[in-house]
């Protein structure tokens, strides 16, 4: 989904669609941006705020943040249902597609769920320590969680620049899209990391010395995706925004967003639980 979001401002028939389809389109980027954004959060706070550690609290995080993600993905959802129906059936069949995949999605997700809730028994680990085995399984899944966004993301932008609607961008915002590019590439490669250096470095053994290489490279890397997000942001709104204030304004927005999610909430907290 987040690589049809970006892709779409750069496919052909992009242009043959109404002024209301593209603003659903750029509504639909921004929905799937920040379910990403939320879906990250519960790994960064677990590596920031409570180092690697599990806990009570981490698990009601975890189950809020991926529980808030699935209300923009799934509007996101319809509104894609929505342009691609609209501009080959008409606006009627677009409109009743959306709403379809916005309503089933919106009962799977969270209908089934209202009507069975298993009571929490879960206890609380957070003060018994938690085993280096399963802090170093956790940073390998933490890290693999991330990379599908991210890979999506690094997908488009090498196709982005076969297309027709990329040939037609000013040179200057080529580059854009180059640097862009380049972000959200060492973004995987850091999370790649992880695992090759657990297998040929520590011949797959738990380690400190690894679940602390390996911590620092998930925490390291979501900052490049976040600002190859913005700086791709900045192309697609250049494309598509009459303004060209527009697109530095919703880099920084994206930036800022992220960062603050993904980072500063995080550090804030971690500051908060230690005094």
């Given at each position: 989904?987040?690589?049809?979001?970006?892709?779409?401002?750069?496919?052909?028939?992009?242009?043959?669609?109404?002024?209301?389809?593209?603003?659903l389109?750029?509504?639909?980027?921004?929905?799937?941006?920040?379910?990403?954004?939320?879906?990250?959060?519960?790994?960064?706070?677990?590596?920031?705020?409570e180092?690697?550690?599990?806990?009570?609290r981490?698990?009601?995080?975890?189950s809020?943040?991926?529980?808030s993600?699935?209300?923009?993905?799934?509007?996101?959802?319809?509104?894609?249902?929505?342009?691609?129906?609209?501009?080959?059936?008409?606006?009627?069949?677009?409109?009743?597609?959306?709403?379809?995949?916005?309503?089933?999605?919106?009962?799977?997700?969270?209908?089934?769920?209202?009507?069975?809730?298993?009571?929490?028994?879960?206890?609380?680990?957070?003060?018994?320590?938690t085993?280096?085995?399963?802090?170093?399984?956790?940073?390998?899944?933490?890290?693999?969680?991330?990379i599908?966004?991210?890979?999506?993301?690094?997908?488009?932008?090498?196709?982005?620049?076969?297309?027709?609607?990329?040939d037609?961008?000013?040179?200057?915002?080529?580059?854009?899209?180059?640097?862009?590019?380049?972000?959200?590439a060492?973004n995987?490669?850091?999370?790649?990391?992880?695992?090759?250096?657990?297998?040929?470095?520590?011949?797959?053994?738990?380690?400190?010395?690894?679940?602390?290489?390996?911590?620092?490279?998930?925490?390291?890397?979501?900052?490049?995706?976040?600002?190859?997000?913005?700086?791709?942001?900045?192309?697609?709104?250049?494309?598509?925004?009459?303004?060209?204030?527009?697109?530095?304004?919703?880099?920084?927005?994206?930036?800022?967003?992220?960062?603050?999610?993904?980072?500063?909430?995080?550090?804030?907290?971690?500051?908060?639980?230690?005094?």
């Amino acid at each position: 989904m987040l690589g049809f979001q970006f892709q779409a401002f750069f496919q052909a028939g992009f242009n043959d669609l109404s002024f209301v389809s593209k603003a659903l389109c750029a509504a639909g980027l921004v929905l799937q941006t920040l379910s990403l954004g939320l879906l990250i959060v519960p790994s960064m706070e677990h590596r920031l705020v409570e180092k690697g550690s599990s806990s009570k609290r981490l698990v009601r995080v975890a189950s809020f943040y991926t529980t808030s993600a699935l209300i923009p993905f799934s509007l996101s959802l319809g509104l894609a249902g929505y342009v691609v129906i609209e501009r080959h059936f008409g606006i009627a069949a677009g409109i009743m597609s959306g709403a379809a995949l916005t309503l089933v999605s919106a009962l799977a997700w969270f209908g089934l769920e209202m009507l069975h809730r298993e009571k929490d028994t879960m206890p609380d680990t957070s003060h018994t320590g938690t085993p280096l085995a399963t802090k170093v399984e956790q940073v390998l899944t933490e890290a693999r969680v991330i990379i599908p966004g991210a890979q999506a993301l690094l997908g488009f932008q090498f196709i982005a620049m076969l297309t027709s609607g990329f040939d037609r961008l000013p040179q200057s915002v080529k580059a854009v899209h180059a640097l862009a590019l380049c972000l959200v590439a060492i973004n995987v490669i850091l999370l790649m990391t992880p695992a090759a250096l657990h297998r040929l470095s520590f011949n797959g053994e738990d380690s400190r010395a690894f679940l602390r290489m390996g911590s620092a490279l998930v925490i390291a890397a979501p900052g490049f995706l976040a600002a190859g997000i913005a700086v791709e942001a900045f192309v697609v709104l250049h494309k598509v925004s009459p303004n060209a204030d527009w697109g530095p304004v919703g880099a920084l927005a994206s930036f800022v967003a992220l960062i603050g999610l993904w980072y500063a909430i995080p550090a804030w907290l971690r500051m908060r639980l230690e005094r």
